[in-house]
């Protein structure tokens, strides 16, 4: 057999990948993880604001519609904005997994320019798990859950743990969310991964 030099391709004998038994169940909306995410945050006013649903298995739907805000070129969606609903969309089956992952590799692919005022309904799964490493991959469609495709992603997420966010982030703002009982209680039932 022939081992593949791509670091978003799971190698051959990687898990398949496992719906927590504690995870959301389908059609439920999951929330933002943090009100001050861009992608996800209600408190970014300029922000995707892009809500996630869990899905069967270790996937999940989302949605998102481009404002004058996300704006690239007139008119169209900027690539960066579309990476950071794709890599959202991504990082939402954190909820599905019960684990808390930061992304390590994105590859997105651009296939069709997206006007302002489009929603995107966005699809992601986990294709495998191998010790930390996530392998997933998204799609986004324009105006509908069948729609044309316009982008999609490879990745590579890493587990982390907690302490990563509490030992890397801007100490006003992990205090803040230190300060948050909801927030840690949230951010802590991800830890434990039975
Ligand atoms: C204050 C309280 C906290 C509150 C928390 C709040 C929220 C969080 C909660 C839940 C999150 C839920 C949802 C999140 C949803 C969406 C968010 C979107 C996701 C993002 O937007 S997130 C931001 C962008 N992201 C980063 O900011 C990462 C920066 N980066 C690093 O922080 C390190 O780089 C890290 C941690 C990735 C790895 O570092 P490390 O030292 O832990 O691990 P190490 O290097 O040993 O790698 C272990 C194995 O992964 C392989 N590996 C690692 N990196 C690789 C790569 N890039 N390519 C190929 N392979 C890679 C190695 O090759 C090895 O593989 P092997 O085991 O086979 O040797």
């Not at 992608?39 to 899905?55: D, E, T």
């Not at 006007?115 to 996530?134: M, S, W, Y």
């Not at 230190?178 to 802590?188: E, G, S």
Request: aromatic share 6%; charged share 20%; net charge negative.
């Amino acid at each position: 057999m022939t081992t593949s030099n791509n670091p978003l391709q799971p190698p051959a004998d990687a898990a398949p990948p496992r719906r927590h038994p504690d995870a959301p169940p389908p059609g439920e909306l999951l929330g933002p993880h943090y009100d001050q995410c861009f992608a996800c945050g209600g408190g970014q006013p300029h922000g995707l604001h892009l809500a996630a649903r869990a899905g069967e298995g270790v996937s999940v739907t989302a949605e998102f519609t481009v404002t004058e805000a996300h704006q690239g070129a007139p008119g169209l969606a900027h690539g960066g904005v579309l990476a950071a609903a794709l890599d959202e969309t991504l990082g939402s089956l954190n909820w599905l997994l019960h684990t808390t992952s930061v992304t390590g590799r994105l590859e997105t692919n651009y296939l069709r320019p997206v006007p302002v005022g489009t929603t995107l309904f966005l699809d992601a799964h986990v294709l495998a798990v191998d010790g930390r490493k996530i392998y997933a991959t998204a799609t986004g469609r324009i105006g509908a859950p069948d729609g044309p495709v316009a982008v999609r992603a490879d990745s590579l997420f890493i587990e982390v743990k907690v302490d990563h966010f509490i030992e890397n982030g801007r100490p006003e703002e992990v205090q803040a969310v230190l300060a948050d009982p909801d927030m840690m209680r949230r951010a802590r039932a991800f830890e434990v991964n039975p």
